[in-house]
């Protein structure tokens, strides 16, 4: 897969799957995303360069005139270049939250996986960290899924 690609072919997979990006839970967001990471590989994304990671952050967004509580699974890709072009993008996946007081008590915060083989680790860390916690069991706002060129 061309990163450009990344967002019609996450879809795909997601619709396969029996779901739609926007009634995805915190659940079956980090389940997609993992399986999508370990199956679907970006192509001339050289791996021992970071090349293809995960990245699982989460924030307050007090941007625009309704903040909210971020949680977002990205898919970082760097494809080789010349000096004038670094080849870097990325697909974000954010679940949207109303800013509770519990929300907004939570550090902004970033966790990697580099690689396909520390998956397991990287979602075990994800399940047990608190922003996943605090709205795993809620319904996001909404949810939003793009790809932008760095």
Known sequence: MHPADSISTF???VT???MTVEELTPT???AQMAVFYLDVRAD???MEEAGDTL???WSLNEQGSEPDFQLEIARHFIEPGNEDEDGMSEMSLIL???PTPALRALEP???DCNSPA???EFEKAILASPPYQAVAGLTPLKTTLQWIPL
């Open 96 to 98: 949207h939250y109303a």
């Open 55 to 57: 990245c699982f952050e």
């Open 28 to 30: 079956a967001a980090l």
């Open 16 to 18: 396969a799957a029996g």
């Open 118 to 120: 520390g998956l397991m």
């Open 11 to 13: 879809q795909a997979a």
């Open 109 to 111: 915060g970033t966790l």
């Open 44 to 46: 001339k994304c050289v």
